[in-house]
């Protein structure tokens, strides 16, 4: 009884700790709000400072599954310290930096290696201690992710304005190294003896959960992966778009730098609403139903983000709602991948979905970037923006489980 006992405070406690990991990780979300000080100082233009958040997208994407072939052989824990210290050193050597370049190597590189490191760990552990509740354990894991932003997004700017920059990037480094480190402790693997919980009853609709593991390599074999992947990369562009962009946008639309910075803890909200609820809305009524109904969403708030956004009420509304479904995405697709390819490998499988996510991350700061760059305003890349979740919507009709797609169509 009393092995029980720990074994369940234990996994609570491993759950914490990806909290606090993903909190510090998440706030590399709240970029935007270093974009206007590193303009009017360097002279940079919007395209050169976006560009950190595509490195950093980047970076997650592809460093997660070199973390997915590492941590079976060195565990969860070492690869998280190995992202916090990354993530946490990136800012501080990037109060240093006088050029682009550095720049890039410090807030881009450094940051995007720990981002990639310190994003497994959390969903890996969880995982295995949460096997009946997948899609909440995604949504809070990457949830957590988000609210970082919303955080430290005011926080930050009120530093800047008393501080500057460069001490701000060291006071925020700081502060992440010890919740990473902490975070990183507390991650642990279940022993070989641990059993979860049976699973509750759900309704029909509920998503069934592949009874065949496939390997990365088996799973890049089915054809119906693709439609998915592509659908999952359109789909993120609107946020990713809006992530990079949405402190620039505020002021270029006549906010003062006090609403702008309250636009980032807006859409920080959202995004973490959008993976939470989502994620655990996901357990209940299915996956693929539930990312529709937010690219329909998104279809229509992200050109009415531009066009309304003179509104103040309106505007943070819309803004919520583009969080929300982009939110949704990152933590619905995460429970995909066990869905449709098995739980077992489910953590590394989704490192391949994942690229996705960072190729949306290359497209939708660089078109935000170049269209403000050449024509002064937001308006065409929100709908670019909103033809990209349209896509999306359409592929999704194509992407179904190995299984499924095996029946005959009259099945």
Same mark, same amino acid.
């Given at each position: 009884?009393?092995?029980?006992?720990?074994?369940?405070l234990?996994?609570?406690?491993?759950?914490?700790?990806?909290?606090?990991?993903?909190?510090?990780l $998440?706030?590399?979300?709240a970029?935007?709000? @270093?974009?206007?000080?590193?303009?009017?100082?360097?002279?940079?233009?919007?395209?050169e400072?976006?560009?950190?958040?595509?490195?950093?997208?980047?970076?997650?994407?592809?460093?997660?599954?070199?973390?997915?072939?590492?941590?079976?052989?060195?565990?969860?824990?070492?690869?998280?310290?190995?992202?916090?210290?990354?993530?946490?050193?990136?800012?501080?050597?990037?109060s240093?930096?006088?050029?682009?370049? $550095?720049?890039?190597?410090?807030?881009?590189?450094?940051?995007?290696?720990?981002?990639? @490191? #310190? /994003?497994?760990?959390p969903?890996?552990?969880?995982?295995?201690?949460y096997?009946?509740?997948?899609?909440?354990?995604?949504?809070?894991?990457?949830?957590?992710?988000?609210?970082? &932003?919303?955080?430290?997004?005011?926080?930050a700017?009120?530093?800047?304005?008393?501080?500057?920059?460069?001490?701000?990037?060291?006071?925020?480094?700081?502060?992440?190294?010890?919740?990473?480190? +902490?975070?990183? /402790?507390?991650?642990k693997?279940?022993?070989?003896d641990? +059993?979860?919980?049976?699973?509750?009853?759900? &309704?029909?609709s509920?998503?069934?959960?592949?009874?065949?593991?496939?390997?990365?390599?088996?799973m890049?074999?089915?054809?119906?992966?693709?439609?998915?992947?592509?659908?999952?990369?359109l789909?993120?562009?609107?946020?990713?778009?809006?992530?990079?962009?949405?402190?620039?946008f505020?002021?270029?639309?006549?906010?003062?730098?006090? +609403?702008?910075? @309250?636009a980032?803890?807006?859409?920080a909200?959202?995004?973490?609403? #959008?993976?939470?609820f989502?994620?655990?809305?996901?357990?209940?009524?299915?996956?693929?139903?539930?990312?529709?109904?937010?690219?329909?969403?998104?279809?229509?708030?992200?050109?009415?983000?531009?066009?309304?956004?003179? &509104?103040?009420?309106?505007?943070?509304i819309?803004?919520?709602?583009?969080?929300y479904? /982009? $939110?949704?995405?990152?933590?619905?697709?995460?429970?995909?991948?066990g869905?449709?390819?098995?739980?077992? /490998?489910?953590? +590394?499988?989704?490192?391949?979905l994942?690229?996705?996510?960072?190729?949306?991350?290359?497209?939708?700061?660089?078109?935000? $970037?170049?269209? @403000?760059?050449?024509?002064?305003?937001?308006?065409?890349?929100?709908?670019?923006?909103s033809?990209a979740?349209?896509?999306?919507?359409?592929?999704?009709?194509?992407?179904?489980?190995?299984?499924?797609?095996?029946?005959?169509?009259?099945?």
């Open positions: 009884m009393a092995q029980q006992h720990s074994s369940s234990v996994r609570w406690h491993a759950l914490a700790g990806g909290c606090a990991l993903n909190i510090a $998440g706030c590399y979300y970029w935007s709000v @270093f974009i206007p000080p590193l303009e009017a100082e360097f002279h940079w233009t919007r395209t400072t976006a560009f950190v958040s595509t490195i950093n997208m980047v970076f997650l994407a592809v460093m997660y599954n070199v973390a997915g072939t590492m941590i079976n052989r060195v565990g969860a824990r070492t690869i998280a310290v190995i992202g916090g210290l990354c993530f946490s050193g990136g800012f501080l050597l990037a240093f930096v006088t050029t682009l370049t $550095g720049l890039y190597l410090t807030a881009g590189v450094l940051v995007g290696l720990g981002l990639g @490191f #310190g /994003y497994l760990p969903l890996a552990v969880g995982f295995k201690w096997p009946e509740a997948r899609g909440l354990v995604s949504g809070l894991a990457v949830g957590i992710f988000a609210a970082g &932003s919303g955080i430290v997004g005011p926080i700017t009120a530093l800047v304005t008393n501080f500057g920059w460069r001490s701000t990037f060291q006071i925020v480094a700081a502060a992440y190294l010890v919740l990473t480190m +902490v975070g990183a /402790y507390w991650l693997d279940p022993p070989d641990f +059993v979860a919980p049976a699973s509750k009853a759900k &309704s029909s509920a998503p069934r959960v592949s009874s065949v593991n496939l390997t990365t390599s088996q890049l074999k089915v054809p119906t992966f693709y439609p998915l992947w592509i659908a999952y990369m789909g993120c562009i609107a946020g990713t778009m809006a992530v990079s962009q949405v402190v620039p505020a002021r270029s639309v006549g906010y003062s730098p006090a +609403v702008a910075a @309250f980032v803890t807006v859409g909200a959202g995004s973490a609403l #959008g993976r939470f989502s994620g655990w809305l996901s357990d209940h009524i299915g996956r693929l139903p539930t990312v529709r109904t937010v690219l329909i969403l998104s279809t229509v708030a992200a050109p009415a983000l531009f066009l309304f956004s003179h &509104s103040t009420v309106i505007f943070l819309l803004l919520f709602v583009v969080y479904a /982009y $939110g949704t995405q990152l933590s619905v697709y995460t429970a995909i991948a869905d449709f390819y098995g739980p077992k /490998y489910s953590a +590394v499988n989704y490192g391949i994942l690229l996705a996510w960072g190729t949306a991350g290359i497209f939708g700061p660089l078109i935000g $970037g170049r269209v @403000f760059s050449a024509t002064g305003s937001y308006q065409l890349a929100f709908y670019l923006a033809a979740s349209i896509g999306s919507l359409l592929l999704l009709f194509f992407a179904r489980p190995p299984a499924e797609a095996a029946q005959p169509a009259h099945a």
